[in-house]
Nanobody, 119 residues
Framework: QVQLAESGGGLVQPGDSLRLSCAAS????????IGWFRQAPGKEREGVSC????????YYADSVKGRFTISRNNAKKMVYLQMNSLDREDTAVYYC????????????WGQGTQVTVSS
């Protein structure tokens, strides 16, 4: 059973950085792609980034390219999203999700972690 748990959200100021973590359990992480998507009030869900299983190819939405970095540590069963140069438009609940492939449908996701960027 796919189980994912996000952590690391919080309240930060514009320009700050945060690192989100996604802990995976109940499945063989090595064989799955893991992505992050976000949901802001009144906005559509947005796919932010995804990292495939081996060889760990990465994908980013244009809105975060150059600012966010996704990485994974299969041995620790963790996936990370390093977010730099945050701005107010990044405010949302961030979810990590497991996929067979990055452009497929999610097979499971976590409860989300709130990121608020405000001065």
């Amino acid at each position: 059973q796919v189980q994912l748990a996000e952590s690391g959200g919080g309240l930060v100021q514009p320009g700050d950085s945060l690192r989100l973590s996604c802990a995976a359990s109940g499945f063989a992480l090595d064989y799955y792609a893991i992505g992050w998507f976000r949901q802001a009030p009144g906005k559509e869900r947005e796919g932010v980034s995804c990292i495939s299983g081996s060889p760990g190819r990465t994908y980013y939405a244009d809105s975060v390219k150059g600012r966010f970095t996704i990485s994974r540590n299969n041995a620790k069963k963790m996936v990370y999203l390093q977010m730099n140069s945050l701005d107010r438009e990044d405010t949302a609940v961030y979810y990590c999700a497991a996929y067979v492939v990055c452009d497929g449908e999610p097979v499971g996701w976590g409860q989300g972690t709130q990121v608020t960027v405000s001065s």
